[in-house]
Protein backbone atom coordinates (compact mmCIF):
# COMPACT_ATOMS: atom_id res chain seq x y z
CA UNK A 1 0.00 0.00 0.00
CA UNK A 2 1.32 3.58 -1.17
CA UNK A 3 1.31 5.64 2.17
CA UNK A 4 0.99 9.69 1.72
CA UNK A 5 2.12 11.84 4.26
CA UNK A 6 1.12 15.64 4.02
CA UNK A 7 2.94 18.58 5.64
CA UNK A 8 2.56 20.42 7.47
CA UNK A 9 0.02 18.94 9.38
CA UNK A 10 -1.64 22.31 10.21
CA UNK A 11 -0.88 25.82 7.97
CA UNK A 12 -1.54 29.36 9.74
CA UNK A 13 -1.58 32.40 6.86
CA UNK A 14 -3.23 35.17 6.42
CA UNK A 15 -5.60 36.35 3.28
CA UNK A 16 -3.12 37.27 0.00
CA UNK A 17 -0.50 35.00 1.39
CA UNK A 18 1.24 32.31 -0.70
CA UNK A 19 0.58 29.20 0.83
CA UNK A 20 2.18 25.36 -0.45
CA UNK A 21 1.11 22.41 0.75
CA UNK A 22 3.20 18.92 0.48
CA UNK A 23 2.50 15.34 -0.52
CA UNK A 24 5.03 12.90 0.05
CA UNK A 25 4.70 9.13 -1.52
CA UNK A 26 6.06 6.25 0.47
CA UNK A 27 6.69 4.88 -3.90
CA UNK A 28 6.63 6.16 -6.90
CA UNK A 29 3.29 7.36 -8.01
CA UNK A 30 4.05 8.98 -11.59
CA UNK A 31 1.72 11.74 -12.01
CA UNK A 32 -1.21 10.15 -10.61
CA UNK A 33 -1.77 12.30 -8.02
CA UNK A 34 -5.09 14.33 -7.07
CA UNK A 35 -5.64 17.26 -4.38
CA UNK A 36 -9.17 17.78 -2.63
CA UNK A 37 -10.44 20.88 -0.49
CA UNK A 38 -12.74 19.92 2.01
CA UNK A 39 -14.69 22.52 4.28
CA UNK A 40 -16.96 21.51 7.68
CA UNK A 41 -20.00 19.56 6.78
CA UNK A 42 -18.99 19.68 3.03
CA UNK A 43 -18.14 16.62 0.59
CA UNK A 44 -14.13 17.25 -0.32
CA UNK A 45 -13.84 19.10 -3.65
CA UNK A 46 -11.67 17.99 -6.73
CA UNK A 47 -9.02 21.01 -7.44
CA UNK A 48 -6.20 18.94 -8.99
CA UNK A 49 -5.92 15.84 -10.75
CA UNK A 50 -2.55 14.44 -12.77
CA UNK A 51 -0.27 16.39 -10.31
CA UNK A 52 -1.18 19.31 -12.27
CA UNK A 53 -4.16 19.94 -14.19
CA UNK A 54 -7.06 21.96 -12.71
CA UNK A 55 -10.43 20.76 -12.18
CA UNK A 56 -13.14 22.66 -14.24
CA UNK A 57 -14.18 25.80 -11.95
CA UNK A 58 -11.20 25.62 -10.19
CA UNK A 59 -9.74 29.17 -9.76
CA UNK A 60 -6.34 29.78 -11.52
CA UNK A 61 -4.77 30.64 -8.24
CA UNK A 62 -4.70 26.98 -7.49
CA UNK A 63 -1.79 25.03 -8.51
CA UNK A 64 -0.37 21.74 -8.21
CA UNK A 65 2.89 20.19 -9.38
CA UNK A 66 5.50 17.16 -8.61
CA UNK A 67 5.71 13.47 -10.10
CA UNK A 68 7.33 10.54 -8.88
CA UNK A 69 7.05 10.80 -5.29
CA UNK A 70 7.12 14.91 -4.05
CA UNK A 71 4.16 16.95 -4.99
CA UNK A 72 3.26 20.34 -4.22
CA UNK A 73 -0.27 22.14 -4.03
CA UNK A 74 0.64 26.36 -4.25
CA UNK A 75 -2.47 28.64 -3.31
CA UNK A 76 -0.42 31.63 -4.91
CA UNK A 77 -2.79 34.57 -2.97
CA UNK A 78 -5.49 33.26 -0.31
CA UNK A 79 -9.17 34.17 -0.53
CA UNK A 80 -11.08 33.67 2.71
CA UNK A 81 -12.80 30.96 1.26
CA UNK A 82 -9.69 29.03 0.82
CA UNK A 83 -9.27 28.50 4.64
CA UNK A 84 -10.17 24.57 5.00
CA UNK A 85 -8.43 20.95 4.37
CA UNK A 86 -6.43 19.87 1.94
CA UNK A 87 -6.13 16.07 0.55
CA UNK A 88 -3.88 14.67 -1.48
CA UNK A 89 -5.07 11.20 -3.06
CA UNK A 90 -3.02 8.50 -5.14
CA UNK A 91 -4.25 6.05 -7.52
CA UNK A 92 -1.07 4.38 -9.41
CA UNK A 93 -0.69 1.21 -8.15
CA UNK A 94 -4.27 0.28 -6.75
CA UNK A 95 -6.12 -1.07 -4.88
CA UNK A 96 -6.34 0.60 -2.33
CA UNK A 97 -6.62 3.91 -3.80
CA UNK A 98 -5.30 5.94 -0.42
CA UNK A 99 -5.51 9.78 0.75
CA UNK A 100 -3.18 11.63 2.82
CA UNK A 101 -4.00 12.67 6.55
CA UNK A 102 -4.80 15.97 5.45
CA UNK A 103 -3.20 19.74 5.83
CA UNK A 104 -5.15 22.02 7.47
CA UNK A 105 -5.03 25.80 6.64
CA UNK A 106 -5.66 28.21 8.67
CA UNK A 107 -5.83 32.05 9.30
CA UNK A 108 -3.18 33.67 10.92
CA UNK B 1 -27.82 19.62 -13.12
CA UNK B 2 -25.46 16.48 -12.21
CA UNK B 3 -26.22 15.25 -8.27
CA UNK B 4 -25.40 12.31 -6.30
CA UNK B 5 -27.86 12.07 -3.34
CA UNK B 6 -26.40 9.31 -0.73
CA UNK B 7 -29.06 7.97 1.74
CA UNK B 8 -29.44 4.81 3.75
CA UNK B 9 -27.10 5.82 7.38
CA UNK B 10 -28.51 5.41 10.48
CA UNK B 11 -27.91 3.71 13.90
CA UNK B 12 -27.29 -0.04 14.04
CA UNK B 13 -25.88 -2.14 16.62
CA UNK B 14 -22.47 -4.12 16.07
CA UNK B 15 -22.80 -6.79 13.91
CA UNK B 16 -25.21 -4.94 12.08
CA UNK B 17 -26.03 -4.92 8.67
CA UNK B 18 -27.51 -1.48 6.68
CA UNK B 19 -27.58 -0.61 2.56
CA UNK B 20 -26.60 2.86 1.49
CA UNK B 21 -27.88 3.84 -1.70
CA UNK B 22 -26.37 7.05 -4.36
CA UNK B 23 -29.19 8.17 -6.24
CA UNK B 24 -27.78 9.77 -9.12
CA UNK B 25 -28.97 12.37 -12.13
CA UNK B 26 -27.89 14.86 -14.61
CA UNK B 27 -25.23 12.73 -16.26
CA UNK B 28 -24.98 9.29 -18.04
CA UNK B 29 -24.40 7.08 -14.88
CA UNK B 30 -24.09 3.51 -17.08
CA UNK B 31 -20.67 5.56 -18.78
CA UNK B 32 -18.99 6.34 -15.00
CA UNK B 33 -17.29 3.91 -12.55
CA UNK B 34 -17.82 5.07 -9.26
CA UNK B 35 -17.01 4.28 -5.45
CA UNK B 36 -17.87 4.98 -1.92
CA UNK B 37 -15.16 6.71 0.47
CA UNK B 38 -16.02 7.07 3.98
CA UNK B 39 -14.58 9.82 6.58
CA UNK B 40 -14.80 8.56 10.56
CA UNK B 41 -15.85 11.89 12.84
CA UNK B 42 -12.79 14.22 12.49
CA UNK B 43 -10.75 11.76 10.93
CA UNK B 44 -9.64 11.79 7.41
CA UNK B 45 -11.00 10.66 4.13
CA UNK B 46 -10.56 6.12 3.22
CA UNK B 47 -11.31 4.98 -0.07
CA UNK B 48 -13.68 2.26 0.81
CA UNK B 49 -14.64 0.34 -2.83
CA UNK B 50 -14.97 0.78 -6.59
CA UNK B 51 -17.27 -0.86 -9.43
CA UNK B 52 -16.43 -0.13 -13.12
CA UNK B 53 -19.13 1.34 -15.37
CA UNK B 54 -20.64 -2.89 -16.16
CA UNK B 55 -19.89 -3.52 -13.10
CA UNK B 56 -17.05 -6.50 -14.42
CA UNK B 57 -14.17 -4.71 -11.88
CA UNK B 58 -15.06 -4.72 -8.19
CA UNK B 59 -12.28 -3.77 -5.13
CA UNK B 60 -12.55 -3.33 -1.90
CA UNK B 61 -10.01 -1.98 1.08
CA UNK B 62 -8.54 -4.81 3.44
CA UNK B 63 -10.68 -3.06 6.16
CA UNK B 64 -13.86 -4.05 4.34
CA UNK B 65 -13.21 -6.96 2.54
CA UNK B 66 -15.77 -9.83 2.97
CA UNK B 67 -18.03 -7.79 4.91
CA UNK B 68 -19.00 -4.95 2.69
CA UNK B 69 -20.84 -5.50 -1.18
CA UNK B 70 -21.06 -2.69 -3.82
CA UNK B 71 -23.32 -2.94 -6.48
CA UNK B 72 -24.90 -1.23 -9.00
CA UNK B 73 -28.57 -0.32 -11.12
CA UNK B 74 -27.87 1.47 -14.21
CA UNK B 75 -31.23 1.15 -15.33
CA UNK B 76 -32.30 3.16 -11.77
CA UNK B 77 -29.35 5.47 -11.98
CA UNK B 78 -28.00 4.12 -8.74
CA UNK B 79 -25.21 2.72 -6.57
CA UNK B 80 -25.38 0.78 -3.64
CA UNK B 81 -23.35 -0.39 -0.44
CA UNK B 82 -24.21 -3.35 1.11
CA UNK B 83 -22.70 -3.02 5.26
CA UNK B 84 -22.64 -6.45 7.04
CA UNK B 85 -20.86 -7.59 10.62
CA UNK B 86 -20.61 -3.86 10.90
CA UNK B 87 -17.81 -2.95 13.76
CA UNK B 88 -17.66 0.35 15.90
CA UNK B 89 -14.69 1.18 13.35
CA UNK B 90 -16.73 1.86 10.76
CA UNK B 91 -18.83 4.21 11.84
CA UNK B 92 -18.20 7.61 9.57
CA UNK B 93 -20.00 9.53 6.65
CA UNK B 94 -19.95 7.50 3.52
CA UNK B 95 -19.84 9.31 0.21
CA UNK B 96 -20.72 8.62 -2.98
CA UNK B 97 -18.16 9.53 -5.57
CA UNK B 98 -17.38 9.46 -9.36
CA UNK B 99 -14.31 8.63 -11.11
CA UNK B 100 -13.44 12.06 -13.27
CA UNK B 101 -14.22 11.56 -17.13
CA UNK B 102 -14.30 13.46 -19.66
CA UNK B 103 -15.68 12.70 -23.20
CA UNK B 104 -12.31 11.23 -24.60
CA UNK B 105 -10.47 9.73 -21.07
CA UNK B 106 -10.56 9.44 -17.53
CA UNK B 107 -9.02 10.21 -15.02
CA UNK B 108 -7.61 9.05 -11.68
CA UNK B 109 -9.59 11.25 -9.76
CA UNK B 110 -13.20 11.52 -7.99
CA UNK B 111 -15.06 14.83 -9.82
CA UNK B 112 -17.97 14.41 -8.43
CA UNK B 113 -18.89 13.86 -4.70
CA UNK B 114 -22.40 12.83 -3.17
CA UNK B 115 -23.43 14.59 0.59
CA UNK B 116 -22.61 11.41 2.61
CA UNK B 117 -24.76 9.61 4.94
CA UNK B 118 -23.45 8.95 8.38
CA UNK B 119 -23.38 5.29 9.58
CA UNK B 120 -23.00 5.16 13.40
CA UNK B 121 -22.38 1.89 14.96
CA UNK B 122 -23.11 1.48 18.67
CA UNK B 123 -24.63 -0.64 21.21
Not at chain 1, 25 to 47: C, D, F, I, M, T
Amino acid sequence: EIVLTQSPATLSLSPGERATLSCRASQSVSSYLAWYQQKPGQPPRLLIYDASNRATGIPARFSGSGSGTDFTLTISSLEPEDFAVYYCQQRSNWPPITFGQGTRLEIK
Amino acid sequence: EEQLVASGGGLVQPGGSLRLSCATSGFSFSSYSMNWVRQAPGKGLEWVSYISSGSSSIYYADSVKGRFTISRDNAKNSLYLQLNSLRAEDTAVYYCARDHCNSHSCFRAFDMWGQGTMVTVSS
